[in-house]
Structure formats: C-alpha cells, structure tokens
C-alpha cells in the first residue's frame, strides 16, 4: 500500500470515531448519565435539575433521587426541611388530597372535593427516578368555595430558591419492607 494511503485511512477511521463519540454524547446526555449509573450499578444518588417554563421563563428546581430499595404503597412520602436559625423546620411539599367535603384553592385555581383512599399497604419496589420539586405550599387564607359559604384553604406555591435544604426518604432494603433505612441529602442555597 502507497504512504499516502495509510494517512488517509489514519485520518478517515479518526473522524469516523469524532462523528461516533458525537453521536454518542447526544444520545448519552448528562442528565441521563445519572440513570443509566444508578441501573447499571445500582448505587444510592441524586441529581439536581434546574428546568425553565417555555411559557412564562419562570426556572424551578427538581432533585431526582435514585435509590435502590422498596416502599409500602399510600404510606412514604419524602420529607423536605429547610435550616431556619439553627433548626431544620419541616416543608408542607405535598397538598392534601380534597377530601369529601372541602377542596382548596391553589395559586387562585380552585381544585374540588374528591375521593381518595388507600385501604392496603403494599411493599413494592421503589420507581425510579423518585422526583421532588423543591417548593413548599404555604396556606394564606380561607375563602368560600365556588357555589358554597364554606370557607376551604388557599395555598401559594413558594420556591425554596436561596435557602439550604434536607430531604429524607425512608425506604427498605428488603422486598417485605421489614428492613427500614433513611437515604439523606442537604443542598446548600438551592438555585
């Protein structure tokens, strides 16, 4: 074969790896590096997300928890706490589910009474990724419901932008949920 030849193959076979390992990162980005660890591997971690609302620009942050274990169905939800003069205090992060009799308004939208129950505790493994918006629902007042004089909650959505963050989920490590442990991150000044 001619010298020239072998540059050229040299030269070809390297832009052919450039043009893999690009199509390559596209397809692996990193945020989905995080995921494909936790399932090859099988390790305890999390993954902080900053997303914006293409409609109104407004930025929220997401942390995914990637934990291998189980939980009992209808009974665990995460635990989120800010630290507030030298205390964790707890955040209201989820909403009460409206019961039969009173729904609630949130962020000036009315949600009505519904019907929810959970009558069995399952141990089932644990989805992943466990998602949690970093935010709190603080009730601000009470005001007639629509089409009644009963006065139900009003909540405001409030982002934990700026303030120093634990979160805790308890989970088993066994499929009879008979082994329980606590999987714990602090965040610093969440963005």
């Known amino acids: 074969?001619?010298?020239?030849?072998?540059?050229?193959?040299?030269?070809?076979?390297?832009?052919?790896?450039?043009?893999?390992?690009?199509?390559?990162?596209?397809?692996?980005?990193?945020?989905?590096?995080?995921?494909?660890?936790?399932?090859?591997?099988?390790?305890?971690?999390f993954q902080v997300i900053t997303f914006e609302n293409e409609k109104t620009g407004d930025k929220s942050t997401r942390i995914k928890l990637h934990i291998n274990g189980y939980n009992l169905t209808c009974i665990n939800d995460p635990k989120v706490f800010v630290y507030n003069h030298n205390n964790w205090q707890p955040v209201k992060t989820f909403l009460p589910i409206?019961?039969?009799?009173?729904?609630?308004?949130?962020?000036?939208?009315?949600y009505p009474p519904e019907f929810a129950m959970c009558d069995l505790a399952i141990c089932t493994k644990l989805e992943q990724p466990i998602t949690i918006n970093l935010i709190e629902y603080t009730q601000v007042n009470e005001r007639p419901a629509p089409n009644s004089d009963q006065k139900i909650p009003v909540f405001v959505t409030k982002k934990l932008t700026g303030k120093t963050v634990k979160i805790e989920y308890d989970y088993y490590t066994d499929k009879k949920c008979k082994h329980p442990e606590t999987y714990m991150v602090i965040l610093e000044e969440v963005k």
């Open 1 to 45: 074969m001619l010298p020239f030849l072998k540059k050229q193959k040299k030269f070809i076979i390297l832009v052919v790896l450039i043009i893999l390992l690009g199509l390559a990162w596209k397809l692996i980005s990193p945020s989905n590096l995080q995921d494909m660890f936790f399932v090859l591997f099988k390790k305890n971690s």
């Open 98 to 110: 409206p019961n039969k009799n009173q729904g609630y308004f949130l962020n000036n939208k009315y």
